[in-house]
């Protein structure tokens, strides 16, 4: 009975189509980090509309507010938890991601644009966490938002959209609540799903050291294996949500700089140490740098071992972000702007 | 497939002491905060604040006082040029007192930490359970 029930569920749902045949080496964690990525941004999605019922993105009220959920809301502390930890899973995994993509080539011909359009989700990422991180709307908030109004402002006319010049009347808070809960989610959801389908038309990347040797398998076979990794990903998101809570300030006070960015971008903060203009140069020069990858990198080999300047571009770039946020996170602030 | 049977016994062995451990962890406790701003409902006014607006305020007056754009001196240009860096030599005693953020340990007080407790113990035996059963795979 639950083999016709099974049947009659799969004709009418087109289940089917998703026992096409993928490559083995799917079923391991280097090649489900995209998966994992995906698992920790549903968390989010699913996390962020709950606690998007508590905020008021007000300016004068939006701390109070995340204060309000923390302290007086039953179980608000686990959510906003769940909801940040959520954040630094997907960073690792999406990084982690990327470093694997580039290490087995698997941006080279005929996968370049669906590397662009995974360098275009890590910026959305990025922009998501950027605005994440305002909404709360304590001292770090306000310092994270006064230096990208100073970035919006060295824009000049391709910077005004981003400033309270461009809608005269409406809070910037309010406008970076809008962009955080429905602008950035639906642009990225869109472009996960475009990442997704280039996956599946171009198929996986073989194996570089052998291509030829790697079995195939059903996709639902790959999508239990994602399942499972997905549930791993949420309970570490839910073991550290139980036993570490997010830093929360108090409302902030305007025109004092005192505070470090999160990690993901304290890199730029020990930039900007050395140079004020690299707050706009670094990260414009390291978008660059991941956008000309495929353009650059024709070799056609995929084998690490035969790639030797690119391993070593990979080395040095990790090396040099662990650097500089390590130095970021000891450093003492000393240019004045 | 060996890390995931690794990771998953791993977690179930730190998954069923939690709740002891933080039942214990009045060491760890951090400081009630008993702010009563905190405390007020969050959609009240501020009717002692000179700055807050009051009620029914003109559209002129949608800024917050607390909102970057209020005044004129707020973004154009940025007014980083007097901001005082951490540990700069004007961090003077006259500069108002900013308590920095920072991660700390989950209260055992705080409110659902049992349900919090079991909704992180149910992940955890829905990944063993994935683990050891390995259903599809």
Known sequence: MANGLSKILQDRLGLHLLEYDISEHANSIKYSLGGMTLTAFTVLVLSGILLAQFFVPDPERANRSVHYLVDQVYLGWYLRGIHFWAAEVLTVTMTLHVIRVFFTASYKNPREINWLIGIGLMLLMVTLLFTGTVMKWDQEAYEALAHFLWVAEQMGIFGLPLTEEFAQGVPLLNRIYMAHISLLPIITLLMVGLHLFYVKYHKLSPLPESPEKSESMPFTRHMAYLQRAGAGVFLLICLLALTIAPPLGEEPVLGMEVTKPPWQFVWVYALENLWVPLLIVAPALTVLFLVSIPFVDQNKERYWKKRPLAMMFLVGFILLFTFLIIWGKVTTMTHSM | ?137
């Open chain 2, 1 to 137: 497939m060996q890390p995931f049977r690794l990771l998953s016994i791993i977690f179930l062995l730190f998954l069923f002491p939690v709740q002891e451990t933080f039942a214990q962890g009045g060491g760890h406790k951090p400081e009630e905060k008993k702010d009563v701003a905190a405390m007020d409902s969050i959609y009240s006014v501020k009717e002692n604040d000179p700055l807050a607006e009051p009620a029914g305020d003109n559209f002129d007056n949608v800024f917050s006082p607390t909102d970057l754009f209020t005044a004129d001196e707020l973004v154009s240009p940025m007014p980083m040029g007097d901001m005082k860096m951490e540990g700069g030599e004007h961090a003077g005693h006259q500069e108002p007192q900013i308590e920095l953020s920072h991660h700390e340990l989950v209260s055992s007080s705080s409110k659902g930490f049992g349900t919090a407790v079991g909704i992180t113990l149910f992940a955890g035996l829905v990944f063993a359970g994935f683990t050891f059963l390995r259903l599809g795979e």
